[in-house]
């Protein structure tokens, strides 16, 4: 099993920066990616970044040169540094992990969320 933490969210003005943190444990070994979603109130939940286990990335439109993601495998963390903050980032934001076992299909784990609220 895969445990999932996540930390750093939080209210933040128009303009300003925040940093999510996701530290993972348990069964870690393979994975094949790493990434961050989120959910507005009444939207579908969405990509934001991702990296892959070569280190390759990729991100939503909405938060190219804004957003990077970035990961410490040492830690199992990986993190979310968010720039130049609008109201339309505001969201619950999702870890997520996804691990691709000896058999069977690739597993995927959630956190628990943590809310970005982005508000002057």
């Known amino acids: 099993q895969v445990q999932l933490v996540e930390s750093g969210g939080g209210l933040v003005q128009p303009g300003g920066s925040l940093r999510l943190s996701c530290t993972a444990s348990g069964s870690i070994s393979r994975i094949s990616a790493m990434g961050w979603y989120r959910q507005a109130p009444g939207k579908q939940r969405e990509l934001v970044g991702i990296?892959?286990?070569?280190?390759?990335?990729n991100y939503a439109d909405s938060v190219k040169n804004r957003f990077t993601v970035s990961r410490d495998n040492a830690k199992n963390t990986v993190y979310l540094q968010m720039n130049s903050l609008n109201p339309e980032d505001t969201a619950v934001y999702y870890c997520?992990?996804?691990?691709?076992?000896?058999?069977?299909?690739?597993?995927?784990?959630w956190g628990q969320g943590t809310q970005v609220t982005v508000s002057s």
């Open positions: 990296i892959f286990s070569g280190g390759s990335t």
């Open positions: 997520k992990l996804s691990r691709v076992p000896v058999l069977g299909p690739i597993r995927e784990y």
